[in-house]
Every structure is written in C-alpha cells, then in structure tokens.
C-alpha cells in the first residue's frame, strides 16, 4: 500500500512516499522536493553477531546523470566509482546517523540513496539525508531517531533556509546542520569570515526545520511503519570482573596520564599485558578477551572524563584551554614552489603549495552540470602518521578532511583576475594525535604564503572537544569545552568541532557529535574558546610569515592581458594556426577566453614578455614606420612575401631589398629566412608593402 506524507515549504511542496518502490528492502522512501528526487533504501543483514560494539553500517549516496539528462562524459558511459561529491553527501548522512543506531543491533547495515532527478534549482544533499533517515525510520531496523538536516544561508542581512543552488553562489555563510528534535548531531559549512552571532544565528534557525521535519517522518512511520527487529544484547560476563578492575585502575591511572602518546599507549599497554598474564587461562575464552578489553577502555573513558571534569586536568596535563606547544617553518623542500610544515604536538602536516596554469584546473563533470576550480587542496594520511603498517589509499577520511581544509582556505584564495595560477595544495600529514585537518589549514596557509599566493588573509584552525555528564533532566549538569583535542579526547570525548578563520570571522567549521544533541549555550562558548585558540595560532604563524613571498624561480610565469574580443580569431588562426605558431615559436602556453582575456604562461619571464609583445602584435593594425622581424615564407620573381605577424603577410618588392640592382630575389634571401623589415605602407586593399633596406638602414643608425 502507497503511503505519503507531504508538507509545504515555501511555495514548494516536500513530498515522502513509501509503497511504490523498493519493497524487499528494510524500508525504502521516495522523496521528492521540486524536480529534484532521491529514492533512499536501508538493509540489514539477515544474522545478527552478538557482542558488537560498533555499528557496522554504510552509506552510498550515488548520483545518477540521467537525473539531469546527461550521459557520462569520457570514454566509459557508465556510472563509476564513486566522485568526491558523492562521498561528501554520504559522510554528510552518515555523521548524524551513525550515534543512533544500537550496537546490540548486531547486524551489517547499508543506506543507499539515489539522486535520480535534478532540477538544477534544489540542491539533493539535504533531500538526501532525509530521505535516507526516513528510510530507518520506517523500517523495522531499531534506531533512535529520526533525524534530519537543513541547509541555512546568510545573505544580504537574512537567513535562508533551504537555498537554490543561484542563492548560495552569493552567500556570506553556508552552513548545513543535522539532528534530530532534541538538538544538533553534525553542523558543517563554510563562510567569508561570518562572525560567530551570525553562525549561531543560523543554528538557531535550522532548529524550527530540523524538528519539522522529524515530525513529518514520525507521521509517515505512524503510518506504515513496521515492527523493530529485537536487540541482541551480550549476555556474557566477565568472570572475576571486579578484582580485575580494582587491580588494574590505579596502574591504569597512572599509565594514562603519561606525557607522550606513544609513551601512554606503551603504558596502557604494558597494564593489560601483566594483568592478562595472571588471567591467561580465563582470557583464552575468545568472549572473555573481548569483554577484558572493553572493560579497559571502559576503564580509560572514566579516568579521563574524570580528570577533566573534577580537576580540570586532561591526560597530557593541559588545562581545557590550553593549546599545545606549536612550530611553523617555511620553505623546508628546496624545489616546490612553496613548503611549510607545521607542528602542533604531535600532529604535524607537511604542505606544499605548487602553482599551474590554466590548463591544470580540476575539471568536474557531474550532474550539476561541468565546473572548474583553480583552488585544489588533496589531503593525504599515510599509515606511519600514526606508527602503524597499512596501505597508502585514498578514502572517505581523506576525502572529507581534504575539503574541510579547502573550503576553511578557499574564501581567502584571490580570485583568477588577480592571480591567475591554479593552485594545488598537498598536505601530507607526517604525525597524528588530534586534528589533523587544521594542521593542514595552517600548514597550507603557510606553504601558500610561501609560494608567493597572495592571500587576502591569514587562516588557521582548531578542533575543539567535549566532556559531559548528566541524566535524562540535565543531561549537561557537568561538561567542560576542550581546546585543541588530542586523538584519545576525539575518542571518548562527546564532540568534535572543527573551527578556521581569519582574526576577523569564521571560513570554514565541521562538529561531530556522538551524543542526543548540544544545547545552544555549549555552542555558544564553544566557539568563544574556538577564537581564542585560532587566534593564538595565528599569533604564531605571523611570526614565521606574515606576507606572500616572491614567487619561485621554478614557477611558470604567467602574464595576463586584454584584447579586443573581434581580434580572438586573429589571434587564434584557422585551426589555432597562429597561436599555435606563436606558442611553438616563444616556448609559451597561451589560453584564451571569450571576453578577451588572454593568458601567457611561460617557463621564464623573457619567454613570456616575448609572447605577450607578439600577441599585441597580432591584435593591433600594423602601423606603417614599424619594423618587424619577419619570416620569408614564399620567393617569387618580383620580391618575397614575408610574414611580419602571424597570419599577417607583406610584399617585400625586389627593389627594396637593397639599394643596388638585384638579378635574383634569392641572390639576397632564402625561403624561412628571418629578416627585419619596415612596414611602408598599407594600401586600399589591405596589403602591405615591406622594405628590407630601410630596416637595414634603419637598425644600423641606431
């Protein structure tokens, strides 16, 4: 039986079907806003595993090109694997609704959204996360939601809620949030410096959406909703539980206040290795071992919390507002056009700017339609970051932190017209412990600096993190705000919330949260500490740079000019004749745009200012009384045709190639000589009359 639920918003009507299609999943909802459409399936496996203490789930947001009325470009017309894009949007689902899933559940779950229509007006991310927590919601898969998210804009002195793709191009602030009725579980977006008032201006807002929302998927589940499957809890116990928890917490507390992750990890290490020692008999029980180590961390998440909320003393002997000790260098790699690398405790990214032409722009071909970018910032966490062995591959978290940093860099990156390279960013994360994402932001404002990037201003990110305790009246009763986070604090903490900017406001933000939701207040002095922070860091980072450097020798140098836009074709030349010839002939890549824009890009500053005279050249008349360097391209009995511009050709008649007789025009000339010759004259027909002597006579008074 088809069941819907339908609300308006704005003049346009959100629509959540269920019925129709996709009945043999776990539930599946059709959902719809304007002409943009997502078909969200949820499945479970059909054996539960007893004992989890994770949840075993996937999101695969896919786009399909027909949604848009493409066909993939390239060679293979089929859909691949997944774009950048299309592993952003299922994070995005993924965040929030990963803490509201049951562990006990036991099962491999996997959420799969489709964007099959796109209106090229409403954007499909957030369409998506409803659509995909609908799904759960409906289904008979246990889950303690439902959520939903809101895209919220700041534009011109307002808030939009829901914005078309032409509103958020003008944005000041977009922030996208996610939760469920009780409060916020994920906030992400970007921003040109929007104060911390207009940021929480805007979660204020999503709050009235987010709740509706929530309800409207209530209604459908009222409707149609099936019977949740039943938990699998663990009956296992621990044998001899409390003698091993009260032998081993206080070496425990001990081992976890060490300084020094690796040092603390050998500690806690070396504790459960001499108390498993005297329990080898029971622990060679697979459950028992499980059930040993997870009263370990057990152990661990007390000890920490603890310390944090009754002394105000974190594992490495911080204060909670305390930041780590911090080092910034420049230029540390002798041949990359800019390198940085910036140390924050024991995280530590090494960036590295390199600077390109046009033609190395990120090309996207996707179903909003082709784009380019000539800001590009790839993150990269190789397993020794972290001490361990692994492969070197590029996943979900390489992706997802890559483009925290960009979008946090990208609003302070000048524009085309003032700096016309394409500029790619590398940050390679050399050591781990906390917020390795912002060690990239400030790195990479660095190495940009340093490569000579005239940024309008200096960036840089902290992580902050949280610490509650409560119950289900208060659950805030206690809670403490952690500046700079480490690995262990992200871990067993109850948020992580990414913030960069400049001194002047925020650029880019990313929270995680692993509990119901966070109030107003904590996310108002959240990002007053967030502030502090960033702006101790860039008290740092100024001291090592503080303005662009000149750009490296081995960078390509690229000249810009105008020219009249009905000179392009002349510019150009059938088939790209003559710009081809003026690129072979200088050693230059030349690109031009519709408007007139032309850009030179060379490998030396001789090679470019050559080209450049040349193309000026080409689009202005040739005056008479100018001398030419020209080419001799064909020998005729009367004289020979030089070409003094590309595709521009002039009569050199016999007589003025000297000021005695002549018998043969090649007594004097060869066919691809290069001579200099003095334009004459143009006569009515548009010819031109060229004079080898007078230039020879000329040059040589000179």
């Not at 911080?318 to 790699?333: A, D, Q």
Request: proline fraction near 5%.
């Amino acid at each position: 039986m088809v069941e819907r639920v339908t609300k308006m918003i704005g003049d346009t009507e959100l629509i959540l079907e269920t019925g129709k299609i996709g009945k043999q999943a776990n539930g599946c909802v059709y959902a719809q806003f304007g002409g943009t459409a997502v078909i969200a399936t949820v499945c479970a496996s059909s054996e539960a595993k007893e004992g989890l203490d994770f949840v075993p789930v996937t999101v695969d947001y896919n786009e399909k090109f027909y949604a848009a009325g493409k066909i993939p470009g390239g060679f293979v017309k089929r859909e691949g694997r997944p774009k950048d894009k299309e592993i952003l949007v299922s994070r995005l689902i993924d965040r929030p609704m990963r803490p509201l899933f049951y562990p006990e559940f036991g099962r491999e779950l996997q959420i799969v959204p489709t964007c099959v229509s796109v209106d090229g007006v409403n954007p499909p991310d957030i369409l998506a996360v409803i659509a995909a927590s609908a799904a759960v919601t409906i289904s008979d898969i246990p889950f303690q939601g439902p959520v939903a998210g809101v895209r919220v804009i700041y534009s011109n002195g307002e808030y939009i809620l829901n914005p078309t793709y032409s509103q958020i191009e003008k944005a000041e602030l977009e922030i996208v949030v996610a939760g469920t009725k009780d409060g916020f579980t994920m906030v992400e977006g970007g921003a040109d410096e929007a104060t911390e008032e207009i940021m929480l201006g805007a979660l204020e807002k999503a709050q009235g959406f987010i709740r509706d929302m929530c309800i409207l998927q209530e209604e459908l589940k009222a409707k149609c909703g099936k019977e949740k499957l039943p938990l699998v809890p663990s009956t296992a116990v621990l044998n001899n539980k409390e003698a091993i928890e009260a032998e081993a917490k206080p070496l425990m507390l001990e081992a976890c206040f060490q300084k020094g992750k690796q040092t603390r990890g050998n500690a806690v290490h070396d504790v459960k290795a001499k108390i498993a020692e005297k329990y080898a008999e029971q622990l060679e029980d697979e459950t028992q071992k499980k059930l040993f180590d997870a009263l370990f961390d057990d152990i661990q998440y007390r000890l920490l919390r603890q310390s944090i909320l009754e002394k105000g003393v974190r594992i490495d002997g911080r204060g909670t507002e305390e930041i780590r000790p911090i080092t910034c260098e420049i230029n540390v790699l002798p041949r990359p056009h800019g390198s940085a690398l910036f140390t924050r405790g024991e995280t530590q990214s090494l960036a590295v700017t390199t600077l390109g032409t046009a033609m190395d722009e990120q090309v996207y071909d996707d179903i909003e339609g082709d784009r380019s970018e000539n800001f590009i910032l790839h993150y990269n966490f190789p397993p020794y970051s972290v001490g361990e062995v692994g492969k070197l591959t590029t996943g979900r978290r390489e992706i997802g932190h890559g483009n925290l940093a960009r979008r946090s860099l990208a609003p302070m990156i000048p524009s085309r017209e003032e700096f016309p390279y394409t500029i790619r960013v590398v940050s390679e994360i050399m050591e781990s412990n906390g917020s390795s994402s912002q060690a990239s932001t400030c790195g990479g404002c660095l190495s940009l600096l340093a490569a000579g990037v005239p940024m309008k201003k200096m960036v840089a990110g902290i992580a902050m993190g949280l610490i509650t305790e409560g119950d289900e009246q208060n659950p805030y009763k206690k809670y403490a705000i952690l500046s700079d986070i480490l690995g262990e604090e992200d871990h067993l903490g109850d948020m992580d919330f990414k913030v960069a900017g400049t001194r002047d406001g925020i650029t880019g933000f990313q929270m995680d949260i692993k509990i119901a939701g966070v109030s107003m207040d904590i996310m108002r002095k959240a990002l007053a500490q967030a502030k502090a922070g960033r702006n101790h860091i860039l008290d740092i980072m100024e001291k090592c740079i503080n303005k662009p450097q000149e750009i490296s020798a081995f960078a390509p140098k690229i000249d810009t000019l105008k020219i009249p836009v009905d000179k392009i074709g002349a510019l150009i030349g059938p088939g790209g004749k003559n710009v081809k010839a003026l690129c072979a002939q200088y050693g230059v890549t030349i690109n031009t745009e519709d408007d007139g824009t032309v850009t030179i890009y060379g490998k030396t500053g001789s090679s470019t200012d050559a080209a450049k005279k040349a193309v000026k050249a080409i689009c202005e008349n040739p005056e008479p009384g100018t001398i030419y360097n020209g080419t001799v391209k064909r020998i005729m009995d009367f004289g020979a045709f030089v070409e003094i511009l590309p595709g521009k050709e002039g009569l050199c008649h016999i007589s003025k190639l000297s000021r005695q007789r002549v018998e043969k025009v090649t007594d004097v000339l060869k066919e691809g000589q290069v001579i200099p010759v003095k334009l004459l004259d143009v006569d009515k027909v548009g010819h031109l009359n060229l004079s080898y002597i007078d230039a020879l006579e000329e040059q040589a008074k000179k």
